[in-house]
């Protein structure tokens, strides 16, 4: 059951909204046989059925079929608790103000964690000329690089698209970045503090 909706998800969303089985059959139009059936895995509920059922239990489709219940408690906005979603097929990267279920290329992306800088993915930041200037010494070869480096303050994120072949530099504005973020097509993303660097 749970490589389509799972029952475990529509039974606590119908716990949490105080519903009974017979409750929910009736908003469905459907018999609470039939809603036990899906709860416990014995039966699935027709496609037509999908959206009226997340929309009872006030949740999206995609949450019905992951069997995650996502709550974004970034109610502020605040882009230094953003997350980063980037998928493994095509790399097409989405920056969240807080958790969501997002999916790309027919998979359901996990959150991108950060991951321990090594030699290879250590960024160095320096003041130029008014601006931050960013550096990875990384190879930048078809198959491996730097995909993007990003600054991200807590109202703003600058964000630089890199390609294979150039180099792994950006530069960004210093206006209240807090961290740097360059990201790994094959390692995963990496940050540096910006509170350390000398204007």
Same mark, same amino acid.
């Given at each position: 059951m749970n490589?389509? $909706?799972t029952g475990a998800m529509i039974k606590k969303r119908r716990e949490e909204k105080g519903f009974t089985q017979e409750e929910l059959a009736k908003k469905l139009h459907v018999s609470g046989k039939? $809603?036990? !059936?899906?709860e416990t895995g014995q039966g699935?509920?027709?496609i037509s059925l999908l959206e009226p059922l997340a929309r009872a239990l006030e949740i999206s489709v995609i949450e019905l079929f992951s069997g995650e219940n996502v709550v974004n408690k970034n109610r502020a906005s605040?882009?230094? !608790?953003?997350?980063?979603? $980037?998928?493994p097929v095509c790399g097409n990267g989405i920056l969240a103000l807080g958790e969501a279920v997002v999916s790309c290329c027919g998979i359901t992306l996990p959150p991108v964690q950060l991951e321990d800088a090594d030699d290879e993915h250590q960024i160095?930041?320096?003041?130029?000329?008014g601006e931050y200037l960013a550096r990875v010494s990384h190879p930048m070869e078809k198959d491996h690089y730097i995909t993007c480096l990003m600054a991200v303050s807590d109202h703003a994120c600058q964000f630089v698209k890199l390609y294979p072949e150039g180099e792994a530099t950006a530069r960004f504005r210093p206006d209240r970045v !807090?961290?740097?973020y360059a990201y790994c097509n094959r390692h995963g993303m990496f940050r540096v503090s910006a509170k350390g660097v000398r204007r």
């Open positions: 490589s389509y $909706v039939a $809603v036990s !059936k899906w699935l509920p027709d605040n882009l230094l !608790k953003s997350v980063c979603y $980037v998928c160095s930041v320096s003041y130029d000329d !807090k961290w740097i």
